[in-house]
C-alpha cells in the first residue's frame, strides 16, 4: 500500500474535514477524496462517514487509523535516521513542544541547562496547547513535550511516559500603574470588580473556579488571541490577567504581578514517547526541573 494514502487517511482524521487536509497537503480535495475511496476499496470496508461538522472515522477507519498513525510514525523515523548517517550526523535532534508560558518561560533556560551539560544538541521548540502536544508526541513529531494539567486536564496514554516536575502557581498580572501594584498577596475578592483578558480556555477555567471557592465572580470580558496578546490588553491598562509563575521571569517591562491568596496551581509534566525514546528526553526533564524548582544554596 502508498503510505502517502496512509498520510492522507491519517490527516483528514486528525482535521476532521477533506478540504482542511487537502489544503494541509497541498492536494486537491477531490485527489484526496479518491486516495480515501481507494483505500477503502483495498480494505473492503467503509473507513469515514459524514457528520454535521465533516468526516469522521467509522469503528473500522478507527482501528486502521491508530495502526497506519505506528507505521507512519516509524516511517518518518527510519527516514530522519538514514537522512542523519547521509549527512554524517550521529545525534538526532531532539524535538521539542511546550505550551505557549512554558516556551516562554522556563523551557529556554532549561535548554541552555542542556547544552551546557551534555554539549552541542540539535534541537527544536514547537509552542501549542496541551492536548495538541500529546497528539503531537503520538504523531511521532516531538520527542519531548512541556504540559499542564490545567482544565481540561492530561489524557491517560499507555503510549505516552509522564513525568512531574512539580505545581505551578497562578499570580495575577497588572499595568505598572494599577493600585494593587507592589502589594500582596491579595484575595481575589479585592479585584474581583475588574476587567479580565483570557487567551485559553483552561487558564480562564482556573480563574472562575477560584473566583467561585471565595464566593465571587471574576468577568472576563475581554478575549486575546494569544499569551502576546493578552499582555498587551494589559500592559495597555484595557484588563488585568491571570498567568503562570512560571512566566513571570519572561514578561515585558511595563507589567507586574501581584500574588494571590491561596492561588490555584497547576501540575507542570513533561510526557515523551514509551518507543524509542530521545536519549537526551530524561536529562532535559531534570533540566526542567533544575530551571523551575532550584535547591536553595
Known amino acids: ?44 470496508a467503509p473507513l469515514m462517514e459524514r457528520h454535521a461538522r465533516g468526516v469522521r472515522p467509522t469503528p473500522a477507519g478507527e482501528v486502521f487509523r491508530r495502526h497506519a498513525l505506528a ?14 548517517v547521509r549527512d554524517g550526523v550521529a545525534d538526532r535532534p531532539l524535538a521539542i513542544g511546550a505550551t505557549p508560558s512554558l516556551a516562554a518561560g522556563i523551557v529556554p533556560e532549561a535548554v541552555r541547562s542542556l547544552l551546557n551539560q551534555a554539549g552541542p544538541v540539535r534541537w527544536s ?106 499582555l498587551a490588553l494589559v500592559a495597555t491598562g484595557h484588563a488585568i490577567a491571570l498567568i503562570p509563575a512560571a512566566l513571570t521571569r519572561a514578561l515585558r517591562a511595563d507589567v507586574v504581578t501581584v500574588n494571590l491568596v491561596d492561588p490555584p496551581t497547576r501540575g507542570l509534566y513533561t510526557i515523551t514517547p514509551r518507543r524509542d525514546p530521545h536519549p537526551c528526553a530524561v536529562a532535559f526533564h531534570d533540566q526542567l526541573v533544575a530551571v523551575q524548582f532550584p535547591r536553595p544554596r
Not at 71 to 84: F, G, H, K, S
Open 125 to 230: 521548540l514547537l509552542p501549542a496547547l496541551s492536548a495538541q502536544l500529546h497528539n503531537r508526541v503520538i504523531a511521532g513529531d516531538l520527542d519531548i513535550a512541556v504540559v499542564t494539567d490545567a482544565p481540561p486536564g492530561l489524557a491517560a496514554d499507555p503510549r505516552v511516559e509522564r513525568r512531574f516536575l512539580g505545581l505551578d502557581e497562578m499570580v495575577v498580572v497588572l499595568p505598572a500603574g494599577h493600585p494593587q501594584a507592589g502589594h500582596g498577596p491579595v484575595p481575589i475578592q479585592a479585584l474581583a470588580d475588574q476587567i479580565w483578558a483570557e487567551d485559553n480556555e483552561g487558564s480562564a477555567a482556573l480563574l472562575r473556579q477560584h473566583a467561585a471557592r471565595a464566593g465571587v465572580t471574576a468577568h472576563i470580558d475581554l478575549t486575546a488571541a494569544d499569551l502576546p496578546g493578552k
Open 71 to 84: 507505521t507512519l510514525t516509524e516511517a518518518d523515523r527510519a527516514v530522519r535516521a538514514v537522512r542523519d
Open 1 to 44: 500500500m502508498d503510505l502517502n494514502v496512509w498520510r492522507a487517511f491519517v490527516t483528514v482524521c486528525r482535521v476532521g474535514s477533506l478540504s482542511a487536509a487537502a489544503a494541509e497537503l497541498n492536494h486537491t480535495q477531490s485527489a484526496v477524496s479518491r486516495q480515501i475511496a481507494g483505500l477503502e476499496r483495498q480494505l473492503g
